[in-house]
């Protein structure tokens, strides 16, 4: 079987931004299609969401943009997620004081950073969280995920791809 890059979107409850992540990403790869070579997965660092589908507002967002995303279930990020995927792409800073110490085992391979370091031309460094607003935010967070997966789909494309089909 060839090799699957794997990506990994992670914030607080796994329902509004991580999934959208997702949504927005694997759209991305089927539009350039990719689907078969990068497998996309998202999870939260907290556990009051599990097995919840998205948030309706961001459910509702994403498919204004053509995105489904109702299938999807939260989980919560887990160790053996830091050693089976390539790259683990936070939301924000409170995330990244849960996630890399978690990711900071011998067995761990997967490069932790911030999904908005691939959206260099935003001047946000952080998604914010919407859950607590109205769907305004949920426009913002589609935004930036949009401009950070194109970032990302041309670093996984000069990393990965560049001697395969992509
Ligand atoms: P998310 O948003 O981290 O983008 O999924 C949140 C969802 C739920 C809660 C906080 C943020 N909550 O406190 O339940």
């Given at each position: 079987?060839?090799?699957?890059?794997?990506?990994?979107?992670?914030?607080?409850?796994?329902?509004c931004?991580?999934?959208?992540?997702?949504?927005?990403?694997?759209?991305v790869?089927?539009?350039?299609?990719?689907?078969?070579?990068?497998?996309?997965?998202?999870?939260?660092?907290g556990?009051?969401?599990?097995?919840?589908?998205?948030?309706?507002?961001?459910?509702?967002?994403?498919?204004?943009?053509?995105i489904?995303i109702?299938?999807?279930?939260?989980r919560?990020?887990?160790?053996?997620?830091?050693e089976?995927f390539?790259?683990?792409?936070?939301?924000?800073?409170?995330?990244?004081?849960?996630?890399?110490p978690?990711?900071?085992?011998?067995?761990?391979?997967?490069?932790?950073?911030?999904?908005?370091?691939?959206?260099?031309?935003?001047?946000?460094?952080?998604?914010?969280d919407?859950?607590y607003?109205?769907?305004?935010?949920?426009?913002?967070?589609?935004?930036?995920?949009?401009?950070?997966?194109?970032?990302?789909?041309?670093?996984?494309?000069?990393?990965?791809l560049?001697?395969?089909?992509g």
């Open positions: 079987m060839p090799y699957m890059i794997r990506v990994l979107f992670v914030c607080l409850g796994n329902i931004r991580s999934p959208l992540s997702q949504g927005v990403f694997e759209h790869l089927r539009r350039e299609g990719l689907e078969g070579e990068v497998e996309v997965d998202s999870a939260g660092t556990a009051w969401h599990v097995g919840h589908p998205p948030d309706e507002r961001g459910q509702r967002g994403a498919r204004k943009r053509g489904d109702s299938a999807q279930r939260a919560r990020l887990i160790l053996e997620d830091c089976r390539d790259y683990i792409l936070f939301m924000d800073e409170e995330n990244r004081r849960l996630v890399e978690l990711c900071r085992g011998p067995r761990s391979r997967a490069e932790v950073r911030p999904f908005l370091d691939y959206a260099p031309g935003r001047s946000e460094r952080e998604v914010p919407p859950f607003g109205g769907s305004k935010g949920f426009e913002l967070v589609l935004d930036l995920v949009e401009a950070a997966s194109e970032g990302l789909l041309e670093d996984i494309r000069e990393r990965h560049k001697n395969g089909s």
